[in-house]
């Protein structure tokens, strides 16, 4: 959604993801953090429950016929 109707400020969504990309500032140096325009937010605390998000997944299979991919080797090899 975008133009006058859009419900937030487009050009504060992309700012803040390119301060957390080059910025040295403390605040900015996290990793698995929710940021909105520059701040550090609390989030959902639903969204670090892994069988909500295993319910999600079957309901968006049974609703479109498509699996998402198992997990992958390849991320468990990257990190080591």
């Known amino acids: 959604m975008g133009g006058l109707d859009a419900p937030d400020d487009l050009q504060k969504g992309f700012e803040t993801q390119a301060w957390l990309t080059v910025s040295t500032e403390n ?45 992958s080797n390849y991320l468990n090899q990257r990190i080591l």
């Open 27 to 71: 605040s900015a140096g996290v990793t698995g953090r929710y940021f909105y325009h520059q701040q550090e937010k609390e989030y959902n605390p639903q969204a670090d429950d892994v069988q909500l998000q295993e319910k999600l997944l079957k309901l968006c299979k049974e609703i479109t016929g498509v699996s998402f991919p198992e997990k």
